[in-house]
């Protein structure tokens, strides 16, 4: 599967985006999905997973009660809604597929995922 990340930008404290990652190759149904960031001179760093269907979600601390991921499989895609934006929130974000996962399952860990789509910037800016 061949991920393509999309909706970054520069965004004032306080402000959303929404980012859009798009699945090509095969049906995304397939499998489990993660976003990931990279902030300036930090490690990668979970944003939020969700399992095959939708049905299952979690995050990461700092993000949790901000941010929301989901997915259409219909569309092949998944989201990440962004509000309350704060500077801490400017990194790199990666969309990320892991194969052969549980319908229930959530997996947290980036060595997980095989598939890694080619980052999006978010910068967060006054």
């Known amino acids: 599967v061949q991920l393509q990340a999309s909706g970054g930008g520069l965004v004032q404290p306080g402000g959303s985006l929404r980012l859009s990652c798009a699945a090509s190759?095969?049906?995304?149904?397939?499998?489990?999905l993660g976003w990931f960031r990279q902030g300036p001179g930090k490690e990668r760093e979970l944003v939020a997973i969700?399992?095959?269907?939708?049905?299952?979600?979690d995050y990461g601390d700092p993000v949790k009660g901000r941010f929301t991921v989901s997915r259409d499989n219909a569309k092949n895609t998944l989201y990440l809604q962004m509000t309350n934006l704060k500077p801490e929130d400017t990194a790199v974000y990666y969309c990320?597929?892991?194969?052969?996962?549980?319908?229930?399952?959530?997996?947290?860990?980036?060595?997980?995922?095989?598939?890694w789509g080619q980052g999006t910037q978010v910068t967060v800016s006054s």
């Open positions: 190759g095969r049906a995304l149904s397939n499998y489990a």
């Open positions: 969700i399992n095959k269907n939708g049905r299952f979600t």
């Open positions: 990320a597929a892991k194969t052969n996962a549980i319908l229930s399952g959530l997996y947290y860990n980036q060595a997980d995922y095989g598939y």
